[in-house]
Each structure stands twice: as structure tokens, then as C-alpha cells.
Nanobody, 112 residues
Framework: QVQLVESGGGLVQPGGSLRLSCAAS????????MDWYRQAPGKQRDIVAT???????AYAESVKGRFTISRDNAVHTVYLQMNDLKPEDTAVYYC??????WGQGVQVTVSS
């Protein structure tokens, strides 16, 4: 069965950095596009970044230049490096495959 397990969230001050990880199992990881979404309280879940099987990446406008998505097919893991974090980045972050399989989410809180 497909499993996605996120880690790396936490509390960070504005301007700080975090790296999220999402470990996948039960799939042929290298063949899938992987996405990161986030959901802030009272808001819809929105896409943050995506990376294809060919390592092509795309980002939401709100995170361009601050976040970097990457993947390591050898360990079946996708990463989200988040720099210059802002309070508006506070949300639960999820990794997903095709919006069919979802991880459990990881909380990121940006606050002083």
C-alpha cells in the first residue's frame, strides 16, 4: 500500500528556515510527480511546489525564490527547503501523489 510520511516541521522565527521531508513507500517513486500542498487554518489546501519524474520543478508565486523542492529517488524522498519564512507560511504541509495519496501532514509555524 502507498504510504507518504512527512517530517521536519516545527516552530521557526520569521526569516528562518526549515526543511521538510516526505518519504514514500509502496510505489515506483521515480516515475511519479510529487507535490507539496499546504493548508492554513480556515483556508483551502493550495499547491506549493511540484517536481516531475524528470526533476522539473514549479512553484506557487507566493514561495518563488524562497522555497526549493527536490527529490532523491535512491531513498524515495521528496524535500521542501523553505527559506526566509514568513508568518503567512504558517500551515500544515502535505506531500501528495496526484492528489490521490496524501501524507498525514506536518505543522509549520512561523512566529516570533
Amino acid at each position: 500500500q502507498v504510504q507518504l510520511v512527512e517530517s521536519g516541521g516545527g516552530l521557526v522565527q520569521p526569516g528562518g528556515s526549515l526543511r521538510l521531508s516526505c518519504a514514500a513507500s509502496g510505489i515506483d517513486f521515480k516515475t511519479y510527480t510529487m507535490d507539496w500542498y499546504r493548508q492554513a487554518p480556515g483556508k483551502q489546501r493550495d499547491i506549493v511546489a511540484t517536481i516531475t519524474s524528470e526533476f522539473d520543478a514549479a512553484y506557487a508565486e507566493s514561495v518563488k525564490g524562497r522555497f526549493t523542492i527536490s527529490r532523491d529517488n535512491a531513498v524515495h524522498t521528496v524535500y521542501l527547503q523553505m527559506n526566509d519564512l514568513k508568518p503567512e507560511d504558517t500551515a500544515v504541509y502535505y506531500c501528495t501523489i496526484a492528489q490521490v495519496y496524501w501524507g498525514q501532514g506536518v505543522q509549520v509555524t512561523v512566529s516570533s
